[in-house]
């Protein structure tokens, strides 16, 4: 959108195919019947099964098979987000530059490299933790510029009105997936060695490759914006900081995360090291506990229709800080009932997480223009993901310095902290944005 608010052509053309059949939509076709939509729903679907696998054997490999340090574990999780730090406020600008689709290609391609080549060092007696993680902030760059892609194409693929059921659809499969993955990867963990797992997410990468191939054949380059890259940014986050409501929402999740780098820095330390939990039984539990994020996913368009989008987000908000309570929680009680509390743990944390990002990507998607989407994405996922790696960094070394319990403790108490921005602005006293925010998206 230039200075006077009106759209730039060449801006507009970039979202004209996806939107003639995001159009489609509002026919009352399903969601399904729409082979782009199945296309990225297949690639969320392979990148995805590829994350979690990966994920796990790496924690795996770093603590109990390479023996790595407590700290150099807790880099995993910071590091695993490194990319929309160095990287998400300029990834938008390209993705509307190069075209999503070959953005996202390229991001799968990458994350071949970054799963395949532990396999290869592991075999030739050659890996080492900091190569791990090496291949960490590789996958994490891809993830960066595959997600600002996925959610520019994906209000005009749909319709607006139907971001909520298509967030829905895509996190409630990542749910499913997340109910076997970790399982998955702690049975492949006793079938194989750690590292040799990441072969599995290298070969599910195709998956995605698979499913990109359905989506619509990028505009020309003639056709696509080539604006200068600080200006580019510099508007994204302008209209982020000129949108009160937009910023709230922000902020709140940008609190979360940083409490939850914390969280994540610690947890598979103190789970598998001071619970002296089996990985198998952690896999299992860790797996079972999608159950809530596939709820949650299912769950938050019907509550948003009823008590609308703002209130439930606000609403997982104020219970997310008990999902971080109950890990270090879990040494209080007998050793036969802390799997107990780590499921409830990790169930709270799905499902708080499905509620939250289902509410908050359909309010952000009618409060942006369409023209703005890539940037304003990448602006929120830079300061989102960005609050992940410094709270891991920081966790990291406090967990060295303090322990891993306190470091969780700490995680809890600065959860609380992400209602503040929400409350500033007035969501618990309203339900959906009003007209005059509506009309700044170009509802």
Known sequence: ?????????????????????????????????????????????????????????????????????????????????????????????????????????????????????????????????????????????????????????????????????????????DQVITLAGPAAGGLLTRLMPAPLVLGISTLTQFLAIGGLTRLPADPPAAQRPRERVWPSMREGWAYLRGTPLLAAIMAAATLNNFAAGFYQSAETVFILRELGMDPVVFGLVWSLSAVGGIGGAILAPRAGRRFGALRVMFAACCVMPLNFALIPAASWVPHAAQPLMIFASFFLFGACIGFMAVSSSGVAAALTPNELLARVSSVRRTLTQGATVVGGLLGAALGALAGVGWTLWFAATLAVLQVLPLIRVGVPRKAAPDEAELALGGE
């Open 1 to 173: 959108m230039s200075a006077s608010g009106e759209a730039r052509p060449g801006t507009v053309r970039l979202i004209t195919q996806w939107q003639m059949q995001g159009e489609q939509m509002n026919d009352g076709a399903r969601l399904r019947s729409l082979p782009a939509f199945r296309g990225l729903w297949l690639a969320n679907a392979g990148s995805d099964a590829a994350r979690l696998i990966a994920v796990f054997a790496i924690q795996v490999s770093m603590t109990l098979t390479l023996h790595a340090s407590t700290f150099e574990v807790g880099l995993v999780s910071p590091l695993s987000n490194a990319g929309a730090l160095a990287l998400g406020l300029v990834a938008g600008v390209y993705v509307d530059r190069w075209g999503a689709k070959r953005t996202m290609l390229a991001s799968v391609w990458l994350r071949v490299l970054a799963y395949g080549a532990p396999v290869l060092l592991w075999c030739a007696d050659l890996l080492a933790p900091w190569q791990l993680l090496v291949c960490v902030v590789l996958a994490s760059v891809a993830d960066t510029f595959f997600s600002t892609g996925h959610q520019a194409v994906l209000p005009a693929l749909v319709g607006r009105s139907r971001v909520p059921d298509a967030a829905a659809s895509l996190m409630a499969t």
